[in-house]
């Protein structure tokens, strides 16, 4: 029989040598990197390790009374804020440096954000508590416990130290209390920040719109609801509900700070937008109002993006690991949507230049139309014929556009042919007579109106019409040269001055047996009287709204 005493001997001390010296490293004071002086300093302080003189040595240059009061505080302070440390994210390099400034100083922050003041750093070869961390940590117990917890622990009766679940008694009651405050904060903050919102915006822009005042409602709501979170935020650390509890307490208050902070800055910009469309509906132009749904979707984008970004940073995500990913992903978006940010960019150019107003009428690139709408990639055009052009912003930005809505008058060019056979006298009046319509319009330019004999054509004596109308619109434009055509057709029929057709006339002006004769009246009275009844007739025939 074979005797396996040695073999368990030899296994023991194999199984043995390694939790022993597991052990002795866990319980001995290590100051070589950060890891090990955090770790140090932790350890000795829980419970079941309870040795706070350990403790206190991660404290460099106080007595060891002053020491260990510090490094208690420095646990309990982190406990209040629920800031569980991850030794898996802390260094364990003794050289290990952090950019501080444009230097590099052998320094390790544990919590950034939340407690910067709170780091070790290197001093000769061991590594302590920074001099910052010691000479601020009364400012932030002081801060996270303030005098009168201590007041309130003492008046405290046995009855209430009691623990249910952990918890005790006393905690439970002043816990209920916090949450009541903090609804009574949150309805007299609400009220609060309306009337100094509507203040301070009647203030600088003199405003009083009821759009505007809605909006400064919704906003005043998340406003209240961040002042009551801020309170709870305030109280909840000084009553030492243990680093587990605070740690999802405080989780859940900053992802609903964040949220409510998202939706501050949603109802800001809709503040801000209400009052550029005020703005916009004062100005003639519609290019403005067409900014307005571009303006709410890039700004609600760019708030829920960043918001996005917080809050993967509030479940662990380490903040350069998310904006590197977040750089490459949009790197890779932009080269895989070259014509999508190029069409972003010819939205932006155009808002920027205002080459058109939204219903100007505009040629370029062989598409003539009305601009409906211009949206965050394209523009859509209107042609005559009701068809719709979309064009690319980007291909817009660029073409040599032709933009008849920024005109400030319309011109209308055109030539009345008379008839071969009119006598002077009667070419002479009916020039005057057109001269005299187009002045008695109300929406025409009076300053640059040409009507002249200019012209022998291959059947008609032709008379230029050269005017401009008051309109930029090309609606109006055609019921103005409506109105102008009837008083002309009108002056012509009572003058009796024929229109030429286009067509060749043969004149026979005489034969053996019958002459000729052209029968026109040329009596310059009459001339005169018809001119002025003509221009009386249109004047009273010219809709109220040409007035």
């Given at each position: 029989?074979?005797?396996?005493?040695?073999?368990?001997?030899?296994?023991?001390?194999?199984?043995?040598?390694?939790?022993?010296?597991?052990?002795?490293?866990?319980?001995?004071?290590?100051?070589?990197?950060?890891?090990?002086?955090?770790?140090?300093?932790?350890?000795?302080?829980?419970?079941?390790?309870?040795?706070?003189?350990?403790?206190?040595?991660?404290?460099?240059?106080?007595?060891?009374?002053?020491?260990?009061?510090?490094?208690?505080?420095?646990?309990?302070?982190l406990d209040g804020k629920g800031l569980e440390i991850d030794f898996n994210q802390i260094p364990r390099d003794s050289m290990y440096a952090d950019t501080v400034g444009y230097a590099k100083v052998n320094r390790y922050v544990l919590f950034p954000e939340q407690m910067p003041l709170i780091s070790v750093e290197k001093i000769g070869r061991s590594w302590y508590y920074?001099?910052?961390?010691?000479?601020?940590?009364?400012?932030?117990?002081?801060?996270?416990?303030?005098?009168?917890?201590?007041?309130?622990?003492?008046?405290?009766?046995v009855a209430g130290h009691k623990r249910i679940f952990t918890i005790e008694v006393w905690q439970y009651l002043v816990f209920f209390l916090m949450v009541v405050f903090s609804i009574v904060v949150f309805f007299i903050a609400k009220r609060l920040a309306f009337f100094f919102l509507k203040r301070i915006l009647y203030r600088f822009t003199k405003n009083r719109h009821n759009a505007v005042n809605v909006s400064l409602k919704k906003l005043a709501h998340p406003i209240s609801l961040l002042i009551s979170i801020w309170f709870v935020d305030l109280i909840l650390p000084s009553i030492g509900l243990g680093l587990v509890i605070n740690k999802w307490l405080f989780l859940s208050l900053n992802i609903a700070s964040t949220i409510f902070w998202i939706y501050v800055f949603l109802k800001l910009a809709q503040v801000f937008i209400s009052l550029y469309q005020e703005y916009a509906d004062k100005t003639e132009g519609k290019l403005d109002n067409q900014l307005i749904p571009?303006?709410?979707?890039?700004?609600?984008?760019?708030?829920?993006?960043?918001?996005?970004?917080?809050?993967?940073?509030?479940?662990?995500?380490?903040?350069?690991?998310?904006?590197?990913?977040?750089?490459?992903?949009?790197?890779?978006?932009?080269?895989?949507?070259?014509?999508?940010?190029?069409?972003?960019?010819?939205?932006?150019?155009?808002?920027?230049?205002?080459?058109?107003?939204?219903?100007?009428?505009?040629?370029?690139?062989?598409?003539?139309?009305?601009?409906?709408?211009?949206?965050?990639?394209?523009?859509?055009?209107?042609?005559?014929?009701?068809?719709v052009f979309q064009i690319p912003n980007s291909k817009l930005s660029e073409i040599v556009i032709n933009n008849s809505g920024l005109r400030?008058?319309?011109?209308?060019?055109?030539?009345?042919?008379?008839?071969?056979?009119?006598?002077?006298?009667?070419?002479?009046?009916?020039?005057?007579?057109?001269?005299?319509?187009?002045?008695?319009?109300?929406?025409?330019?009076?300053?640059?109106?040409?009507?002249?004999?200019?012209?022998?054509?291959?059947?008609?004596?032709?008379?230029?019409?050269?005017?401009?109308?008051?309109?930029?619109?090309?609606?109006?434009m055609q019921a103005y040269k409506h109105q102008i055509h009837l008083g002309i057709i009108r002056?012509?029929?009572?003058?009796?001055?024929?229109?030429?057709?286009?067509?060749?006339?043969?004149?026979?002006?005489?034969?053996?047996?019958?002459?000729?004769?052209?029968?026109?009246?040329?009596?310059?009275?009459?001339?005169?009287?018809?001119?002025?009844?003509?221009?009386?007739?249109?004047k009273d025939n010219l809709p109220e709204t040409a007035d």
């Open positions: 029989m074979i005797n396996n005493s040695p073999m368990k001997r030899l296994a023991f001390l194999f199984l043995f040598i390694p939790l022993s010296l597991y052990a002795q490293e866990a319980s001995e004071v290590n100051l070589s990197n950060p890891k090990a002086t955090i770790y140090t300093h932790i350890y000795f302080l829980q419970d079941n390790s309870y040795q706070p003189e350990n403790s206190a040595k991660t404290i460099c240059g106080k007595e060891e009374k002053q020491a260990i009061d510090i490094a208690i505080k420095i646990k309990r302070v920074s001099k910052e961390t010691v000479d601020n940590i009364e400012m932030l117990y002081e801060d996270v416990f303030p005098w009168y917890i201590d007041k309130i622990n003492e008046m405290i009766p571009i303006l709410r979707n890039f700004s609600t984008l760019i708030i829920a993006i960043v918001g996005v970004f917080r809050l993967l940073v509030l479940f662990g995500a380490d903040p350069a690991t998310v904006l590197a990913g977040a750089s490459i992903g949009g790197l890779a978006i932009a080269f895989a949507s070259q014509d999508t940010v190029k069409n972003l960019i010819g939205t932006v150019m155009i808002f920027i230049d205002k080459p058109f107003h939204i219903g100007d009428w505009i040629e370029g690139g062989g598409v003539v139309g009305t601009v409906e709408e211009v949206g965050f990639r394209s523009t859509r055009i209107r042609a005559a014929d009701t068809s400030l008058f319309r011109r209308y060019n055109t030539t009345l042919g008379l008839r071969y056979d009119t006598p002077p006298e009667l070419i002479d009046a009916f020039t005057k007579g057109v001269k005299e319509i187009v002045l008695a319009h109300p929406d025409s330019k009076k300053d640059a109106l040409i009507v002249e004999f200019v012209a022998f054509g291959e059947s008609s004596l032709n008379v230029m019409l050269n005017m401009y109308f008051k309109t930029k619109a090309w609606g109006t002056l012509a029929n009572e003058l009796g001055v024929g229109f030429a057709f286009p067509s060749t006339t043969m004149m026979i002006e005489q034969t053996p047996d019958k002459t000729v004769v052209l029968d026109y009246n040329i009596s310059k009275e009459k001339l005169d009287q018809t001119i002025e009844q003509s221009v009386l007739h249109f």
